[in-house]
T-cell receptor, first 114, second 111 residues
Framework: KAGVTQTPRYLIKTRGQQVTLSCSPI?????VSWYQQTPGQGLQFLFE???????NKGNFPGRFSGRQFSNSRSEMNVSTLELGDSALYLC?????????????FGPGTRLTVL | QQPVQSPQAVILREGEDAVINCSSSKALYSVHWYRQKHGEAPIFLMILLKGGEQKGHDKISASFNEKKQQSSLYLTASQLSYSGTYFC????????????WGAGTKLIIKP
């Protein structure tokens, strides 16, 4: 099976712009979780989608949103980008929910906000 | 509510043992362990569930003390490939099953 894929791998944006990141889970996986990783804050949970429904949401402002399609692919959108949004954004897929199942991580999208 | 990992970093010689701890101030439903090498995605090591169920790789050993809300990851006879940052993630009993990650423990193995 192919692993989790994320596109694009690298992205440079300027403050105020918006960005959409994409995640394709492993075939058959219905859960997709998104994480923000920064050197200072570690791994921060953004949200989890399961069968097109948002199951959980972390403590991030409303500028961060996501959705999941019927084929389990997921997108994450960040509007009105701020310098502090610069980070590695990881998505992870699982057969069941990520709360009690092994998660498979993608390589991440490195977002730089200038 | 972020779990506390200790130590923050550890340096070992190949063949030595290490223990990485993860503790929470609240009742836990599950503890998850992942390892991330520099520039790579985290990979799954183990899940320990309340009640004793474990899911993970045979070569990984871990414990979950439900009374103390603590988990420990045991790395025995360490190999160079064990190097990386180890993260524990916890799911609280009174949460909506959201996974919250610790700050990580950096493990360096020297030959």
């Amino acid at each position: 099976k192919a692993g989790v894929t994320q596109t694009p791998r690298y992205l440079i944006k300027t403050r105020g712009q918006q960005v959409t990141l994409s995640c394709s889970p492993i075939s058959g996986h219905r859960s997709v979780s998104w994480y923000q990783q920064t050197p200072g804050q570690g791994l921060q949970f953004l949200f989890e989608y399961f069968s097109e429904t948002q199951r959980n949401k972390g403590n991030f402002p409303g500028r961060f949103s996501g959705r999941q399609f019927s084929n389990s692919r997921s997108e994450m959108n960040v509007s009105t980008l701020e310098l502090g949004d610069s980070a590695l954004y990881l998505c992870a897929s699982a057969e069941g929910t990520g709360s009690y199942n092994e998660q498979f991580f993608g390589p991440g999208t490195r977002l730089t906000v200038l | 509510q972020q779990p506390v990992q200790s130590p923050q970093a550890v340096i070992l010689r190949e063949g030595e043992d290490a223990v990485i701890n993860c503790s929470s101030s609240k009742a836990l439903y599950s503890v998850h362990w992942y390892r991330q090498k520099h520039g790579e995605a985290p990979i799954f090591l183990m899940i320990l569930l309340k009640g004793g169920e474990q899911k993970g790789h045979d070569k990984i050993s871990a414990s979950f003390n439900e009374k103390k809300q603590q988990s420990s990851l045991y790395l025995t006879a360490s190999q160079l490939s064990y190097s990386g940052t180890y993260f524990c993630g916890t799911v609280l009993m009174d949460s909506n099953y959201q996974l919250i990650w610790g700050a990580g423990t950096k493990l360096i193995i020297k030959p």
